[in-house]
């Protein structure tokens, strides 16, 4: 029997040819997220799901999914994802990690040197019409060659991050539950515990994935350690990051400025505190949004999803204990 995929929302590239080539695609073709009776509907009846990191993947609602053989997150982050609960009903998980590394280390770069150089109150400056003559004390910042870089989770993003800030001149520390030889060797960075690299580094960067041991891992007494003058930017994801702490952070300047690809809630409400403060630049959640790197994380979610029905392994198994 022709296997069924329930695929949440329109993928870029060639994903619908490789999946229509793997099974009878079911595509929710509305393009916002798929609301959850629907998804519990009809997940009934599908053998695989390609799934998006909206989409919120539990024992709730595998209970509904009898036929459910493939998970497929088209992200590398599974916070999304119960894996345990997957592992437990013998569900393979498959996520998108690599494809996007280079593209979400680029952007975080993007917003270390936009919070360092005030980029996003110089636009307001402009835009506001109050640019008038120049002004030797119009919006100095902080360093950002020659300054400490502290990296939270030296995984693929946070190495690629750390290339990016080696060429511009930065130390580098790093905190994580692992010792990475390979970065200390190559990028010369040193590793700390978390509250001695929130107290050196000039600019912080998370990168590290959430869990429960990771949630509010940047909290009330990180900025207390942290310098006056460092930096914080996320490109993880929100909760990493305890949002309440950080605007009054920023309110009480304990922290020069912050950057944020990611925020806890996502989407952030119009009005909410966080962006009224000048001091942080919001942007929403594009770490992995080039088009050549969407396109090849819709392909890679869509060959694990056909290798995972063919009992193959798939490229980027997030379980695969499931394989025995
Ligand atoms: C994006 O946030 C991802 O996890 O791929
Ligand atoms: C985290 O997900 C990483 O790959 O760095």
Redesign the pocket.
Known sequence: MTASILVTRRPPGNALDILDAAGEVELWDVDAVMPRSELRRRVAKADALYCMLTDRIDADLLDSAPRLRVVSNMA??LDNVDLRACTARGVVVGHT?GVL?GA?ADLAMTLLLAAARRIGEGIDHVRSGAWGDFRLDLLLGQEVHSSVVGVI????????LARRAAGFGMSIIYSGPNRKPTVERELGAEYRDLATLLEMADHVVV???LTAATHHLVNEQSFVLMKPTATLVNV?RGPLVDTDALVAALQNREIAAAALDVTDPEPLPADHPLLRLPNCTVIPHLGSATVKTRNAMAELAARNVALGLAGERMEACANPEVYG
Do not use: E, K, L, S
């Open positions: 590398v982050g990690p590394t979400t989770g030296m995984g693929r993003i946070g190495t690629a990168t590290a994935p993880a």
